[in-house]
């Protein structure tokens, strides 16, 4: 008895949540394919190739880098010529550095298994707290009131800035489904950029309903570029990953982990 009455309940939830879902997952069926940009190299700049890029950001026409592998992490400030301004912090051999942003004239900077977030003056670069995240960190970025996390799932988090603590989470996808794997990210004109690891793609999110909105591809950057080799066949590892974007000359910059370019591009 007690199992036909399992069976009933089970078949009525089953009923309910079909019919909860049947306008949402017709949504999905009909979704467009994500539109595919193309982009324009505006500049080649230097990156140095021992840099293992898991973030970049700018404030005003610095540029904040975060990187990444254990006892090799740091967070340095780089010039217009992609040269090093003043010491860079060296993160201990016990925290593997990830993905950065700049809010309110603080810099945040994810570790990746450690559940740390350091806080440093944006100026100084002096350490001013460290808060606790549950998950591994992947990327960073935010809008005007919230820090936007990646943890290299198909999830995007947004969060309190003072202490991390979830306010919201979207899921990404496209018409196929879930999209997992999302690295690095950028929060530009209203719409969340982000590395999709392993690959050469970066997609363009809607913050609101998660779903990718553009695609594009990078495949041909590195031989536009004239480098004559592949980093990934140096190291699997040294993939497409870092995205900042320059407000004033609203160009893109993008680079890879190790890397010996940067590319200033625009989206066409």
């Not at 005003?60 to 090093?84: A, C, F, V, W």
């Not at 549950?134 to 198909?154: A, C, F, K, R």
């Not at 690295?183 to 999110?205: M, Q, R, S």
């Amino acid at each position: 008895m007690r199992a036909v009455s399992l069976c009933i309940i089970s078949l009525w939830l089953l009923a309910c949540n079909t019919a909860n879902n049947t306008t949402e997952s017709t949504n999905v069926n009909n979704l467009d394919a994500p539109k595919v940009l193309q982009y324009e190299i505006v500049k080649i700049h230097p990156h140095d190739t021992s840099s293992y890029t898991q973030g970049i950001v700018f404030n005003g026409e610095k540029l904040i880098e975060s990187t990444g592998n254990y006892g090799r992490s740091i967070l340095h400030i780089l010039d217009p010529n992609m040269k090093q301004v003043g010491a860079k912090v060296i993160l201990p051999s016990t925290d593997f550095g990830e993905g950065t942003t700049l809010f309110n004239n603080k810099i945040y900077q994810l570790t990746w298994k450690e559940k740390k977030v350091m806080v440093y003056d944006a100026t100084t670069l002096t350490k001013i707290k460290e808060l606790y995240w549950p998950y591994e960190g992947w990327g960073l970025t935010h809008n005007d009131s919230s820090i936007i996390v990646s943890t290299g799932g198909s999830n995007i988090y947004f969060v309190n800035p003072e202490d991390f603590s979830i306010q919201r989470t979207i899921g990404v996808y496209n018409k196929f489904g879930y999209v997992s794997d999302i690295n690095e990210l950028e929060y530009i004109d209203g719409k969340i950029a982000a590395n999709i690891y392993l690959t050469n793609d970066i997609v363009f999110i809607d913050p609101i309903s998660g779903q990718i909105k553009e695609t594009i591809n990078f495949d041909q950057l590195l031989a536009q570029a004239n480098v004559n080799y592949n980093p990934a066949s140096i190291d699997p590892g040294y993939v497409l990953n870092g995205i900042a974007y320059h407000p004033t000359k609203k160009t893109i910059f993008i680079t890879g982990k190790c890397w010996p370019i940067m590319a200033e591009i625009t989206i066409k």
